[in-house]
Every structure is written in C-alpha cells, then in structure tokens.
C-alpha cells in the first residue's frame, strides 16, 4: 500500500491531521541494506472535540505484513503518535521520540511534512529537553544484561573490586580483618547484594569451634585472618574470571539488538556533548558493522561497557536541566490542538 494513501486514509477515519511522517530505522540511521523493510513513523493532531469528549487515539500502528513473519523489504510498518502522546515521550527522555524529534533536521527521509509544525519544532525543540535519559541508558545496560556482561553479580563484583583496591596501599601484608573498618564504609555507601559479612563457625581442632567474621563474594568466603594482598588478588582474579565466562557463554548473539544499544549510547553522548543528535549517524559504518556480525561480541561489549560509564558520568555532569520547559510546552500543545 502506498504510504500517503494510507495517512489519508487514516486521517478521514478518525478525522485528525497527520502533521509529520518520517522514514525511521535504518533508513534514518543510514545503517539500511538493499533488504531492509521500511519504517516510518509520525505525529497527528487530533480533533479537539474528541479530545475534549476523550475519543482520541494516542498511537496508531499499521503493519502490512500480517503473516506473523519477519518483515521483507516491501513490507511497510508505521506507527503514528497523537501530538500530546509524543510531548509526553519526550518529556520522558525516549529514545523513539527524540529520533523522531531530531529527523525533522533530515529532510530527504521526510515523507509528510507540515512546515508550520515542524518549523515551530525546529525553533523550540531545546524547549523539550531535561536529564530524564534514563530510558536511553536503561535500554543499553538491559541489552548487556541480556550477555550477563554487566548483570547483576558481575557488577557488584566489578564495583567492590575497584572500591577495595583502591583503599589498599601498603597493607599488603596484613590481616584482612584489618580493613573491616573500610569495608564497613564500602557498604555503607553502596548497598550490596552479593557481596557482605558472613559468620560461621571456624574449627579449632580438639578446642572445638568458635564464630569468625567472613567477606562473602559472590559465595565464596574469605576470613577476616588470610592477608589484605590474598583477598586482593582472589577477587580480582575473579573479576577477571567471571567477566571471561559471561562473554564466552554468550549464545544466539542478537547482534542487531547490540547495534541499537550502541546507536542509542552515541545519541545520549552527542545529546550531552552537543544539545542535538545527527542522522544519518555520525557512527553508521561501526553500528552498520555490528549489525552485520562482523565485530567481535567481546570487542562490542567492552565498547558499550566504556561508553556507559563515560556517559552516566558526563550526564551527572552536564549543563542539560532537570526538566523540561512545561509552561512554554503546554502553551504549543494547545495552540496546536485548539488553534
């Protein structure tokens, strides 16, 4: 089906004003193959009499493949947002609303285009922006999660190793149970799961048992007597082990769902670094390399891992404000819809 029959045919049903439609997806990204289906996505104004009665759609998808199978590249897929629904989402800091914010600076993937609206987007989409990225990065740490890169365990692991290197100097030679103190202040400052205290009997031969004070990592057990340079190395051996294994266990690789963590974690940086975001992507050869499979999942995870951090420390850093432009942003929404 023709995609501007089928907006038409959309706005007569429910009798609104589809004001923006863009190619989305790799087509936006430029990360497209010669097989690649099409995605578009949109913004429509619905009739504020349905508003006000509460009839009005917020979304509206189409899919003209409707066999259950994956899309070919005649297929087409499109998904529409009421105006109100897209402020919201962008509001929110999600991903699909800022691309779709940040396409209407790409003319040649534009298929519908009302030029009041998308002029006065262009003008104020500054208007939209806040920290609450948290839906960008979220959707990335989930996409390491899915590898157990940087899952739960092996985060917390990550975590204290670093926390507890970094207070051992000279106390190599030490007993451990001498660095209770600092280890106590670890925890107090970050609560952890899998690694905490333990007391368990200790065997003394024929003089019986008595109670010792264990660190737990991850299950393993170390009393507070073996020395600060052996539960140093263990742990970091571990680290080590533990992050080798995750990779290597790695099954069924969805190096496409890798490429969209990392497209995603570029937008938040350049977002950060330059209050806008680029398309085609200013890093599609590498994305577009990812998807294909040509990267290594160890050399892609590592990346990512990197840019996470690089990116949650610029985002607690940046000059981006804590929430958008409310007044301004209702006073365009019920111009919009009111007139």
Same mark, same amino acid.
């Given at each position: 089906?023709?995609?501007?029959?089928?907006?038409?045919?959309?706005?007569?049903?429910?009798?609104?004003?589809?004001?923006?439609?863009?190619?989305?997806?790799?087509?936006?990204?430029?990360?497209?193959?010669?097989?690649? @289906?099409?995605?578009?996505?949109?913004? $429509?104004?619905?009739? &504020?009499?349905?508003? #006000? =009665? !509460? +009839?009005?759609?917020?979304?509206?998808?189409?899919?003209?493949?409707?066999?259950?199978?994956?899309?070919?590249? @005649?297929?087409?897929?499109?998904?529409? $947002?009421?105006?109100? &629904?897209?402020?919201? #989402? =962008? !509001? +929110?800091?999600?991903?699909?609303?800022?691309?779709?914010?940040?396409?209407?600076?790409?003319?040649?993937?534009?298929?519908?285009?009302?030029?009041?609206?998308?002029?006065?987007?262009?003008?104020?989409?500054?208007?939209?922006?806040?920290?609450?990225?948290?839906?960008?990065?979220?959707?990335?740490?989930?996409?390491?999660?899915?590898?157990?890169?940087?899952?739960?365990?092996?985060?917390?692991?990550?975590?204290?190793?670093?926390?507890?290197?970094?207070?051992?100097?000279?106390?190599?030679?030490?007993?451990?149970?001498?660095?209770?103190?600092?280890?106590?202040?670890?925890?107090?400052?970050?609560?952890?799961?899998?690694?905490?205290?333990?007391?368990?009997?200790?065997?003394?031969?024929?003089?019986?048992?008595?109670?010792?004070?264990?660190?737990?990592?991850?299950?393993?057990?170390?009393?507070?007597?073996?020395?600060?340079?052996?539960?140093?190395?263990?742990?970091?051996?571990?680290?080590?082990?533990?992050?080798?294994?995750?990779?290597?266990?790695?099954?069924?690789?969805?190096?496409?769902?890798?490429?969209?963590?990392?497209?995603?974690?570029?937008?938040?940086?350049?977002?950060?670094?330059?209050?806008?975001?680029?398309?085609?992507?200013?890093?599609?050869?590498?994305?577009?390399?990812?998807?294909?499979?040509?990267?290594?999942?160890?050399?892609?995870?590592?990346?990512?891992?990197?840019?996470?951090?690089?990116?949650?420390?610029?985002?607690?850093?940046?000059?981006?404000?804590?929430?958008?432009?409310?007044?301004?942003?209702?006073?365009?929404?019920?111009?919009?819809?009111?007139?």
């Amino acid at each position: 089906m023709n995609i501007k029959k089928l907006i038409k045919n959309f706005e007569q049903e429910q009798n609104c004003k589809v004001v923006y439609v863009t190619k989305y997806g790799s087509k936006l990204y430029g990360t497209d193959n010669p097989n690649s @289906d099409t995605d578009y996505k949109g913004i $429509f104004i619905p009739n &504020k009499n349905d508003v #006000l =009665l !509460k +009839k009005d759609l917020e979304h509206f998808n189409f899919n003209s493949n409707d066999e259950n199978t994956k899309n070919s590249k @005649d297929d087409i897929d499109l998904q529409l $947002f009421s105006v109100y &629904k897209f402020f919201n #989402l =962008l !509001k +929110k800091g999600e991903t699909g609303a800022m691309d779709i914010l940040f396409s209407m600076f790409r003319e040649d993937t534009q298929v519908y285009n009302d030029k009041e609206f998308t002029s006065m987007m262009m003008e104020s989409y500054k208007k939209f922006y806040n920290r609450n990225l948290h839906s960008f990065i979220g959707y990335c740490v989930g996409q390491s999660k899915v590898y157990n890169v940087r899952g739960e365990r092996f985060n917390e692991l990550h975590l204290f190793v670093k926390y507890f290197n970094a207070l051992v100097k000279e106390q190599g030679d030490e007993k451990l149970k001498t660095m209770f103190p600092d280890v106590d202040r670890i925890f107090e400052e970050t609560p952890f799961k899998y690694i905490n205290y333990a007391i368990a009997s200790i065997s003394r031969g024929h003089s019986g048992t008595k109670q010792g004070k264990y660190i737990e990592v991850l299950g393993k057990r170390f009393l507070g007597t073996v020395t600060v340079k052996y539960f140093a190395e263990k742990i970091t051996d571990m680290e080590e082990q533990f992050g080798n294994r995750a990779r290597a266990s790695a099954k069924g690789v969805d190096f496409k769902a890798l490429s969209h963590a990392v497209r995603v974690i570029n937008e938040v940086e350049e977002l950060i670094d330059d209050e806008f975001i680029s398309f085609p992507l200013k890093n599609r050869a590498y994305v577009t390399s990812i998807k294909e499979g040509e990267e290594s999942l160890e050399d892609v995870m590592e990346y990512l891992d990197n840019q996470l951090t690089t990116v949650q420390e610029k985002l607690e850093k940046s000059n981006l404000p804590e929430k958008s432009d409310e007044v301004f942003i209702d006073k365009l929404l019920l111009k919009l819809i009111v007139g």
